[in-house]
């Protein structure tokens, strides 16, 4: 256990006046509709435990995407998902196939499973390449996982893409982590029907405003979901409380909202992608509801601390290749104004 080397989540300081960009979380509230489930389940019910299937969320899920609810795995957050998926599917002794650049929580799962793996280079633009996604030579790989949208680049790839692994490796699982997908990339849910290696997961931590709720989801066609639930209940049988399934329920139905509020993150997006270009940083392609940039002229990690200096925190990644990129949330217009006058008063505008 000495060995395990965990994952570093974002910052969580307790700083007066913050605007906090460093961990993707949602700018805007959950959805009243969500609020009003928590509250209610709050009143009625604590005293029993919750259902161990999450029957309710999995229906809304299943609706939402005109699935079966057998096609539909729900867990505590998405981290949870992807962790009873590694266990569940990668511990084939050959190795998982995962991007170079990409959620490191993957290479955790890897070292609390003793799953080996292999990283697969983004190329010069730090785009995901299909291509590069072979077998060594002499082995069958356990599998493949990647995040699309990426992370923390933000860029997406087409749904022709994603085929291209699925038929590729047509034995091994397929993971596609969506966590950022409903800020502008495609979603591979619509593939699942016709190919049985995939597994698609979502989180509503970003899209749907409940990360401090601890929900995520994860579909497939039954055999894939049927594992998953054998390593959930040998591991913990009730994973979601009353309050996350309520509220994580109502927030699946509540569209109009959902639709809403990433269209706003998308439109601050797009409008800070070009008043950061007009500054002299190169920006990353982005799908998702953070950016990824970098200047020039300046030292990233220099920029990170005089923003915090300034009580705005973004995320600086100390890694190969990506040393000079600052990732950063999109928040509200204002929390996005008061980045940029902080950068302008840093850079000398």
């Known amino acids: 256990m000495a060995a395990l080397v965990p994952y570093v989540p974002g910052e969580q300081p307790r700083i007066s006046n913050l605007v906090k960009l460093n961990t993707n979380e949602n700018p805007y509230p959950p959805s009243p509709a969500a609020v009003s489930a928590i509250e209610a389940a709050a009143r009625q019910g604590l005293q029993l435990y919750p259902d161990p299937q999450s029957l309710s969320l999995r229906h809304a899920v299943a609706a939402r995407h005109g ?6 795995f729900a867990g505590n957050g998405s981290d949870e998902v992807l962790a009873h998926a590694f266990f569940a599917f990668f511990q084939q002794g050959s190795p998982l196939l995962m991007p ?3 959620y490191s929580f ?3 799962y890897c070292g609390l499973y003793g799953i080996s793996f292999t990283v697969v280079p983004l190329d010069a633009r730090l785009q995901l390449d299909v291509d590069a996604f072979v077998s060594p030579p002499g082995q069958e790989v356990a599998g493949v996982v990647i995040a699309n949208p990426n992370a ?4 997406g790839i087409a749904l022709e893409q994603i085929e291209t692994l699925l038929q590729r ?3 091994r699982v ?3 982590d969506e966590a950022y997908v409903d800020f502008g990339g495609t979603s591979a849910m619509g593939l699942i029907a016709r190919y049985p290696n995939l597994l698609v997961v979502h989180t509503l931590s970003k899209s749907r405003s409940l990360a401090g709720l601890r929900v995520g989801f994860a579909c497939g066609q039954r055999p894939l979901i049927e594992a998953l639930e054998r390593v959930k209940d040998s591991f913990n049988s009730y994973p979601l409380d009353r309050l996350a399934l309520a509220g994580a329920t109502a927030a699946i139905e509540d569209q109009a909202y959902f639709e809403k509020t990433c269209a706003a993150v998308m439109h601050t997006r797009e409008g800070l992608v070009l008043q950061l270009e007009d500054m002299g940083f190169e920006v990353l392609p982005s799908q998702a509801n953070f950016v990824f940039a970098r200047h020039p002229g300046h030292d990233a990690k ?3 601390a005089g923003l915090r200096e300034r009580a705005v925190l973004v995320r ?5 290749r990506i040393a000079q990129y600052l990732r950063i949330s999109v928040g509200t217009p204002q929390q996005v104004d008061t980045l940029l006058q902080a950068l302008a008063d840093i850079l000398g505008h």
Do not use: C, E, M, N
């Not at 699935?67 to 539909?72: I, R, T």
């Not at 600086?316 to 190969?320: K, R, S, T």
């Open 302 to 304: 220099q920029l990170a």
């Open 174 to 176: 397929v993971l596609v």
């Open 316 to 320: 600086h990644f100390a890694a190969p």
């Open 169 to 171: 490796f047509p034995r």
């Open 67 to 72: 699935l079966d609810v057998g096609q539909v």
């Open 106 to 108: 993957y290479k955790v």
């Open 152 to 155: 923390p680049t933000g860029s």
């Open 100 to 102: 170079d650049i990409t």
